[in-house]
């Protein structure tokens, strides 16, 4: 029997009568990056014990649990990471997702750096619906300041093409804005995929995981940002594509195509949060900000039942009661959170 406001017992919805729409899954907390935000050298240097190979979920257990999840309302997935173009076996995995009944689309989000023509057409084929390819900054010596890795502007750029030309569409590039690193680059940033028919979004500066000192004052508002490129370029709110969609979107007014805020800090938008994550080692997590949920990987290797695996999520997402976003103030700096490299954006 399912609780008060389920619509169906398979398909679950949580205390705050938010159904369960989207899965994020990242495939390893392994990155080439140091992105200074996300995986600071202090903490992740090279003593950093990161998870052995055996402790990710495979290929099979991945399309097991997807198809599961499936079951209980899920429609879209993306592939996150750590940076999820570092595992060889990707190809064969999006193939098997995105032939999934009920599977709507199969998106990724990748830093880029080792995404070649080859490998976009090899992803496409697969079945590959969507791509976002981060990018902080166009002039060089702020990126490599913020990859903190030496890793050229141009290869990502680069990679923008490949998937273009590979006809994954839409195209999406996510820049994280943080005061004194890069707000100078949002107008570069904008003037140079205007017209392009990529879509640029900027990200507010989010305090996850425990080690990317976070400060609010580096926090760039999505207001701010809007403020700064309409200034330039005239801007006009457009409505979302659906309900819970993350992004804020804007238009140019001259018809130059449109932009995306992710205002994750400064207009929490928890109530329309539709998402589950999990993890590489296969903990599901019902909010970025959580240290720790259900251990899948435990059930699958003990032989549990599909009947079994599904009751946990059903369990799992009734009893979810998170908005973060919301309490931030009351508990920024307060609780123990996964880090972002290990749970995906
Ligand atoms: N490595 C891939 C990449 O960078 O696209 C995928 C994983 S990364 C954790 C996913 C997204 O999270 C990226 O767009 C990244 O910029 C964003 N991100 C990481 N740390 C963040 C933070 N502190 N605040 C806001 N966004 C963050
Ligand atoms: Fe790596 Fe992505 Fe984190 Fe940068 S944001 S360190 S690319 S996982
Ligand atoms: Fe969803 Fe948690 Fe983010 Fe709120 S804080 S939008 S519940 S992931």
Not at 50 to 71: D, K, S, W
Not at 85 to 92: E, F, K, V
Not at 187 to 216: C, K, Q
Not at 319 to 336: F, I, N, P
């Amino acid at each position: 029997m399912g609780s008060v406001g389920d619509t169906k017992d398979s398909r679950p919805v949580d205390k705050r009568n938010r159904p369960l729409h989207d899965l994020r899954i990242s495939l390893t907390d392994r990155c080439n990056f140091r992105c200074t935000y996300c995986m600071p050298k202090d903490v992740f240097g090279p003593d950093f014990a990161f998870l052995p190979r055996e402790e990710l979920l495979t290929n099979p257990e991945i399309i097991r649990l997807a198809g599961l999840f499936v079951q209980c309302g899920v429609s879209k997935i993306r592939l996150t990471g750590g940076e999820p173009l570092l595992r060889s076996d990707l190809d064969p995995l999006i193939q098997s997702l995105s032939r999934m009944d009920g599977v709507e689309e199969i998106a990724l989000t990748t830093n880029g750096s080792i995404l070649t023509e080859e490998r976009a057409r090899r992803l496409k084929a697969a079945g590959l619906s969507r791509i976002n390819v981060s990018l902080d900054a166009l002039d060089d010596a702020v990126f490599q300041k913020m990859n903190d890795v030496h890793f050229p502007v141009q290869k990502v750029l680069a990679a923008i093409e490949a998937a273009k030309g590979a006809r994954i569409a839409p195209v999406k590039v996510n820049m994280v804005v943080r005061r004194g690193w890069n707000e100078d680059q949002i107008v570069p940033m904008a003037e140079y995929f205007r017209g392009t028919g990529t879509i640029l979004r900027f990200i507010e500066f989010m305090d996850v995981g425990n080690s990317n000192h976070w400060r609010y004052d580096e926090v760039v508002s999505a207001k701010e940002i809007v403020t700064t490129i309409g200034k330039v370029w005239p801007l006009e709110p457009v409505a979302p594509n659906y309900q819970g969609e993350v992004a804020t979107r804007y238009r140019y007014v001259d018809g130059k195509g449109e932009i995306g805020v992710i205002a994750s800090v400064t207009q929490a938008f928890c109530g329309d949060c539709t998402r589950a994550r999990l993890s590489p080692e296969g903990k599901l997590f019902t909010c970025l900000f959580r240290d720790t949920g259900p251990d899948f990987r435990a059930l699958l290797r003990q032989g549990s039942s599909d009947d079994d695996i599904l009751d946990v999520i059903r369990q799992t997402w009734r009893m979810r009661d998170d908005k973060y976003s919301e309490q931030r103030s009351e508990l920024a700096g307060r609780v123990h959170k996964v880090e972002m490299s290990h749970i995906g954006g």
